[in-house]
């Protein structure tokens, strides 16, 4: 179960993080989730993004709505992505078990061939240009983007968010996943 724990002498900074939470966490929580496909890493996340929102503070308790929502998705996204980078740079290694001359045993360390470096640096190119791609749509076809994939959000609480209709949301969605169709074709994804 997931718990607020940071504690800081401003108690209106406190109150505003944990008010953040409680509106927000399960939101993170999922986003993080759906990059790292691993619960315990997500919630590893999550905790990193609290202490980064709390380094940053004033700028997100500058803002409200629309704007402090996809902050908290692009914070959340970014350090489950970081996370995601360390975890598959790591060395994944074995032991092997030999003898010497005196037929004592000996364990060395070979690398494991399941972590195969080509696979994870055409799949972190493919993420990294998609990102681009998302990024290079016109505003409006981003947000819906943003909110429908990433955040998980319904195209029901998409238009209630944006103030737009639910079939304004489904032709933006549309458009933009022609869109991104488009650029993948061009760009060789």
Not at 3 to 10: C, K, R
Not at 20 to 49: C, K, P, V, W, Y
Not at 123 to 129: L, S
Request: net charge negative; proline share 1%.
């Amino acid at each position: 179960m997931l718990a607020f724990i940071l504690t800081i002498e401003d108690t209106d900074k406190q109150k505003y993080l944990e008010d953040m939470f409680n509106t927000h966490s399960g939101r993170m929580l999922s986003a993080a989730n759906r990059i790292l496909e691993n619960r315990s890493d997500a919630e590893d996340a999550l905790q990193d993004t609290f202490i980064k929102i709390y380094n940053n503070i004033e700028k997100f308790m500058s803002l409200s709505g629309d704007d402090l929502i996809l902050l908290i998705i692009i914070y959340t996204r970014n350090t489950a992505r970081d996370l995601l980078r360390r975890r598959n740079t790591e060395k994944r290694h074995t032991q092997e078990k030999t003898f010497d001359s005196d037929g004592d045993e000996i364990y060395t360390d070979i690398a494991d061939e399941s972590a195969n470096v080509e696979e994870i640096v055409i799949r972190k190119e493919t993420i990294e240009r998609t990102a681009d791609y998302i990024d290079s749509l016109p505003e409006a076809q981003r947000d819906v983007i943003i909110m429908k994939y990433r955040l998980g959000m319904r195209e029901k609480e998409i238009a209630s968010v944006l103030g737009i209709s639910e079939t304004a949301v489904s032709s933006r969605v549309l458009r933009a996943k022609d869109g991104l169709r488009r650029m993948m074709e061009n760009g060789g994804i």
